[in-house]
Nanobody, 128 residues
Framework: QVQLVQSGGGLVQPGGSLRLSCVAS????????WTWYRQALGKEREVVAS???????NYADSVKGRFTIPRDNAANTVYLQMNNLKPEDTAAYLC??????????????????????WGQGNQVTVAS
C-alpha cells in the first residue's frame, strides 16, 4: 500500500523560512506529478506548487519567487521550501502524488495501477 508521510511545518515569524517534506513509501513504480496544496481556515483548498517527473514546475502567483518545490526521485520525496513567509501563508499544507504502483501477485506476476495519494497534512502558522 502506497502512502505519503509529511514532516515539517510549525510556527515561524514573518520573513522566516520553513521546509516541508513528503515521502512516498510502498511499492511504487513512478511518481508522475507532485503537488503541494494548502487550505487556510474558512477558505478553499488551493494549489501552491507542482513538479512533474520532467521537472516542470508551476507555482501559485502568491508564492512565486518565495517558494520552491525540489524533488528527490531516488528517495521518492518532494519538498516545499518556503522563504520570506507571510501571515497569509498560514494554512494546512498537504502533499499529493499522482503515481503508479504495483502489487506482487506471486507466480502471476505484477499488477500495476495508477493512483492519486494524499499526505496527512501539516500546519504552517506565520505570526509574530
Amino acid at each position: 500500500q502506497v502512502q505519503l508521510v509529511q514532516s515539517g511545518g510549525g510556527l515561524v515569524q514573518p520573513g522566516g523560512s520553513l521546509r516541508l517534506s513528503c515521502v512516498a513509501s510502498g511499492k511504487i513504480l513512478n511518481i508522475f506529478t507532485w503537488t503541494w496544496y494548502r487550505q487556510a481556515l474558512g477558505k478553499e483548498r488551493e494549489v501552491v506548487a507542482s513538479i512533474t517527473n520532467s521537472d516542470v514546475t508551476n507555482y501559485a502567483d502568491s508564492v512565486k519567487g518565495r517558494f520552491t518545490i525540489p524533488r528527490d526521485n531516488a528517495a521518492n520525496t518532494v519538498y516545499l521550501q518556503m522563504n520570506n513567509l507571510k501571515p497569509e501563508d498560514t494554512a494546512a499544507y498537504l502533499c499529493n502524488a499522482d503515481l503508479s504502483g504495483y502489487e506482487d501477485l506471486g507466480g502471476d506476476g505484477l499488477k500495476t495501477y495508477d493512483r492519486n495519494v494524499w499526505g496527512q497534512g501539516n500546519q504552517v502558522t506565520v505570526a509574530s
